[in-house]
């Protein structure tokens, strides 16, 4: 390009680089010679490294109310240089919640996306794009998407009766929900304080299929009512 007249003062070499392949080297001679007479003549080879940065989407879930950050950078990569994140940006519209965090500089050790989920919705995605180049002259650049599952436990109330003097287990966990995954009963605990006759039966281990609570009510006490609290954890 630019070539053609005596002076060289703007003859380059232009290369048009397919999409594919992504990585390697390509290679082209060129000759130039002297105004001199005889003209004296050269061969010289210029060889070009084809780079690429690649972003792969993520996924992860997060529980409603509550902040996460996201590794979004761990499983991309650049073919020349390294990833540069001075670059690092998230793309418009971004959603409210989202952020940058530990990014700006160039090396991308502690740069992550946080999220900082609402209360509500409980349910649902959230989906945000960024863009990161590496550290290569020309800078390549590519364009990921991050895709956030927000998630919630319910746990519903419960109330039964028993009679005074024996013990009986309360199924608490029949009415409980997740939108995500599936209750864990290795989570299952009573909350403090708790009072006396109230323990876990069943429970420990991830399936709940068996986790109740049990009370033993006193003799001693005829009537009224006694209350415990429980936390149950996806």
């Known amino acids: 390009v630019g070539c053609g007249a005596p002076s060289c003062a703007s003859c380059v070499v232009q290369y048009a680089a397919p999409a594919t392949p992504t990585s390697g080297t390509v290679t082209v001679a060129y000759r130039i010679s ?14 070009v490294s084809i780079c690429s940065t690649t972003a792969t989407n993520d996924a992860g879930s997060i529980c409603a109310g509550t902040t996460r950050t996201f ?12 990833l540069d994140c001075t670059t690092m940006q998230l793309v418009a519209p971004v959603p409210a919640g989202f952020s940058l965090v530990g990014c700006g500089v160039a090396s991308c050790a ?46 519903g109330n419960d109330s039964g009766q028993i009679c005074a003097g024996t013990t009986r287990t309360f ?8 939108v995500c995954g599936a209750l864990d009963c290795t989570t299952m605990q009573l909350v403090a304080p708790v009072p006396t006759g109230f323990s876990l039966v069943g429970c420990g281990v991830a399936s709940c299929a068996n986790c109740l609570i049990q009370y033993g009510a006193p003799a001693s006490r005829g009537t009224g009512s006694v209350t415990v609290a429980y936390r149950i954890s996806n």
């Open 34 to 47: 002297n105004n001199t007479v005889p003209a004296c003549q050269a061969t010289g080879v210029l060889t």
């Open 71 to 82: 590794n979004v950078l761990s499983n991309d990569s650049t073919t020349c240089g390294t």
């Open 110 to 155: 502690s740069c992550v996306v946080q999220y900082i989920a609402p209360a509500t919705p409980t349910s649902g995605t959230v989906t945000v794009a960024y863009r990161i180049s590496n550290n290569s002259t020309p800078a390549c650049q590519a364009t990921g998407v991050l895709t956030v599952t927000i998630c919630s436990t319910t746990a």
């Open 171 to 178: 199924d608490v966990l029949a009415n409980d929900s997740t």
